[in-house]
């Protein structure tokens, strides 16, 4: 079993107490700019509200004397801000010294700072950086309007509302190697782990079978997070922000926001539920509502209606799983699934038409995106294969993002370089060719026979629009920015792919397809002529017939939302 040798809680600034050793396998003290840091964060804590440092790791040595593995920065740094404070508050007292082992007499260097004498030459490295923090302390509460208010403050939210948290192992643990892990190796102690040790660690009065049974449970909710189709189904983060990826169902638990400043909100919110009277004495009751939130995810997840609505909420950012977790816990089944509805048709309830929206016109560009990424969703979902599923994970982990693309392109925007130049006309040529090479031979030999490397881009502009002209049957400008030109593709195409008219484009995206590359089904079957009527189709050009039809798929497809809304493509 996976079991945390430690006591863990937190710990208002105030009540920390004892003797600290800094052992010699660290190095001395450091901080600098971190100082003021500190200091700006305690005196912007909002008026009621709590803060929680990062851990401080200690060893007991013997009553009230502890190793100081981790910490010492921060807790050097308060004991040098508290120490200020009594210049002002003679009558409070320090609660606890810190001793660095390699440097002798530290204890009584820190414990005698002098602040009217900082200038005085220091006999160590250590002691001129505690000097140069000092010095900093002073001059940030010089700098406020009234020092010996802004001492009151301070002292009052390191008593009251500033916490640590207390990170205890027993002898059992080897405190070198854990301070290699956190410091050498740059891992900080995660919510994950520090949640993880509330449920395994010694006397926290869970009987060991039962924690048996959690350390268990809990690697199997770790490996099936692990699962990249099920992570992102359930969130837009990156995976690598998770290296313990189940901290995210801790995230989801103890509500934590989007943008939050906190580290260790997480944590923190575990050990205020612990102290809930429903739980200070049955923590296992805990933990079965962090299996019951997995177990409720999960269902989601191997349910396809669900899947693809919830799936499609997230993805755009329109809700967030606290909020579909409480929704579907206060209705029924057929109740959450209207909220679902109500929810997707509401992200695409525009304040114009949808024929209205212009890829010309920026504030349009993110609804005319979740719009078709609604319809591949629903293309996928409405497919009446269960096996399918939009793959949200390939989704959220395409290099470089999404684009909207022009099916058929008109413009030479973007193409400013004589290789894009080249590229283009060389890509145009065999439309040219696959339409009609006896009406286009002029044409194609005037661009075969080009000298590349004198092209202009006015002679560049000149062909451009000679080609644009044979491969077009009928006027499209009027169309060109609209919904029914528009599909979602790759951002790593290059610009004369993107400047391409549709048969180049065609060619492209199959041969991207055939290689393994994720296009989405509505954009590939775009390319494929799949929503034109049989009698209507034409191979090399995205005619009136083509956008018609295209509209009249995506109108059928989301006819379950705009209904709600009253609205139609």
Known sequence: MNKSNVNLDTKLVGQIKGDFIVPAYQRGYRWKEEVKMLLDDINDIPEGAKYCLQPIVVKKLQDD???LIDGQQRLTTLFLIWSYIRTFRPKLTQKYSIEYEIRKNSKGFLNNIDFDNLNKESNNID????NEAAMTIKQWFDATLDADNAASLIADKLNNRVNVIWYEIDDSEDAISLFTRLNIGKIPLTNAELVKAIFLSKNNGIDERYQLEISTQWDNIEKELHDDKFWYFITNQKAEKYPTRIELLFDIMANKQKGDRERYRTFFEFVKKCKEEKYINNKIALWKE??????????????????????????????????????SSGNGKEDFKKSLNDDIAKSIDYDKEYLDLSYDNKSDYPNIEKLLLLFNVESVFQNGDQSMRFPFDKHKNQDGGWSLEHIHAQQSEGLDKNEQWNEWLDLHVQSLKNINAKMNESLICEIEGRDKKKLTENQFNELFDKVIAALNLESNIE?????????????NNNSALNNSTFDVKRDKILEMDKNG??????????????YTPSGENQLHFWG???REAYLQAMDEMLRPYLSIINKQI
């Open 65 to 67: 004397k502890y190793e």
């Open 127 to 130: 002691e001129y950086f505690i």
């Open 290 to 327: 962090v299996i019951e939130t997995f177990q409720r995810l999960k269902e989601w997840y191997n349910n396809s209606e669900l899947y693809h609505k919830i799936g499609y909420l997230i993805a755009i950012n329109q809700t967030s799983l606290q909020d579909l977790l409480k929704k």
């Open 479 to 491: 169309y060109i920015h609209t919904l029914a030109n528009m599909a979602l593709l790759s951002k």
């Open 517 to 530: 590359e994720y296009i989405p089904i509505c954009t590939r079957r775009v390319f494929l002529k799949y």
């Open 544 to 546: 009136q017939a083509d």
